[in-house]
């Protein structure tokens, strides 16, 4: 199920598999929040109530997509590596449960903004991350940092 980026033996480690894969289903979720999310208002008509077109308003939250992704995303993987640099080895399911609940802080950033459209799918993103993107934890587990790759133990 990890069709992004497929973790092969010598080549990529651990974490790193985790950030492409995240950033992928981050930026894919953005630009869902993108065509979602309200539409901006209009600077140039002094109307209280006008609002751009769908097209300048997408294209006005797409951009603010790198910023939420070093809002939300460094966090979360921040918080992957202190998780996984945690235990040495971790039951079946147990680090992905885990994982996928830690992982829901850094969205809280955007219950402020008061859209629970964008709310809830960048909830979602987290989620489908968490249950189907994020690579197996390794099952050697014991001399294993996510930090290094596998011709480095």
């Keep these: 199920m990890n069709w992004i980026l497929k973790p092969r033996q010598n080549s990529f480690p651990w974490l790193a598999i985790c950030t492409v894969n995240y950033s992928a289903v981050f930026l894919l979720g953005w630009a869902l929040i993108s065509l979602t999310a309200p539409r901006i208002f209009d600077p140039a008509n ?13 294209l006005y939250y797409l951009a603010a997509g790198p910023g939420m992704l070093l809002l939300i995303g460094t966090p ?3 918080l992957l590596a202190l998780i ?6 971790w039951l079946a399911g147990e680090f992905k449960m885990l994982a996928g609940s830690l992982l829901l ?7 402020p903004v008061g859209t629970w459209p964008m709310l809830l799918i960048q909830v979602t993103a ?8 994020m690579p197996p934890y390794p099952a050697n ?3 294993v940092s996510p930090l290094r790759t596998d011709s480095s133990r």
């Design 76 to 78: 979360s993987i921040v």
């Design 105 to 111: 802080l850094p969205v809280a950033i955007l219950i």
């Design 84 to 89: 996984a640099g945690r235990r040495k080895k």
């Design 46 to 58: 002094p109307a209280p109530d006008a609002r751009l077109d769908l097209w300048p308003s997408f």
């Design 141 to 143: 587990a014991e001399s």
């Design 126 to 133: 987290q989620i489908l991350f968490t249950a189907y993107l």
